[in-house]
């Protein structure tokens, strides 16, 4: 079945550590996105990618970090600058990056600091 | 720049009753609505799209119809089910205006908490 994976589902980290959030996609889709969503919040856009090694900055990139060395995968850090990581992440991919093209997301990774 | 305005809830209904959640927008060109749904736990799942003015996406017995001359998207069931339960975001993906091209970012509202009771 073509989707979306993402892994782990619960993840933990304590206060200063980087952690990477796995995204990979089956779709054959060239754009893909990490969302972050916060109780009581609609989903704000952290990057997203157009193709292979090309990414950009969406509303609230800071203390992040990506990669797309594969059209396959779109990996997310988090790290010790993000003042305030805990949240659900999610990711998503979409046939290309404007037009209407549907984007379609990921089960979501649930991340807490200690 | 864009944004959406969901009607707050949280929402709760008996079973069959009758569902609308409002749904306003703000944005330039012409954008694409969607309405997706997220069940406890999970990822977000598409659920409806409009694509131009005075189109009606529908799917599960959901349904909502682009107007543009009151830049809404508002979502209605006629009978709604306790597996309907649910948060509902509407959200819009930016148009291309003259000569643009838009990027693709999803401006989303800040959910709806359905609640269907038995």
């Known amino acids: 079945d073509g989707g979306i994976t993402q892994s782990p589902k619960y993840l933990f980290r304590k206060e200063g550590q980087n952690v990477t959030l796995s995204c990979e996609q089956n779709?054959?889709?060239?754009?893909m996105y990490w969302y972050r969503q916060d109780p009581g919040q609609g989903l704000r856009l952290i990057y997203y990618?157009?193709?292979?090694?090309?990414?950009q900055k969406g509303d609230i990139a800071e203390g992040y970090s990506v990669s797309r060395e594969k059209k396959e995968s779109f990996p997310l850090t988090v790290t010790s600058a993000q003042k305030n990581p805990t949240a659900f992440y999610l990711c998503?991919?979409?046939?290309?990056?404007?037009?209407?093209?549907?984007?379609?997301f990921g089960p979501g990774t649930r991340l807490t600091v200690l | 720049g864009d944004s959406v305005t969901q009607m707050e809830g949280p929402v709760t209904l008996s079973e069959e009753a009758f569902l609308t959640i409002n749904c306003t927008y703000t944005?330039?060109?012409?954008?694409?609505l969607f309405w997706y749904v997220q069940y406890p736990g999970e990822g977000l799942q598409l659920l409806l799209k409009?694509?131009?003015?005075?189109d009606k996406g529908s799917n599960k017995g959901f349904e909502a119809t682009y107007r543009k001359e009151t830049t809404s998207f508002h979502l209605e069931k006629g009978s709604v089910q306790v597996s309907d339960s649910a948060v509902y975001f509407c959200?819009?993906?930016?148009?291309?205006?003259?000569?643009?091209?838009?990027?693709?970012?999803?401006?989303f509202g800040q959910g709806t908490i359905l609640t269907v009771h038995p």
């Open positions: 779709l054959n889709h060239d754009a």
């Open positions: 959200a819009l993906r930016s148009g291309s205006g003259a000569g643009g091209t838009s990027y693709g970012k999803l401006t």
């Open positions: 998503a991919s979409s046939i290309l990056l404007g037009g209407t093209d549907t984007q379609y």
């Open positions: 990618s157009q193709i292979v090694n090309d990414f």
């Open positions: 409009a694509t131009k003015a005075d």
């Open positions: 944005a330039t060109g012409y954008p694409s």
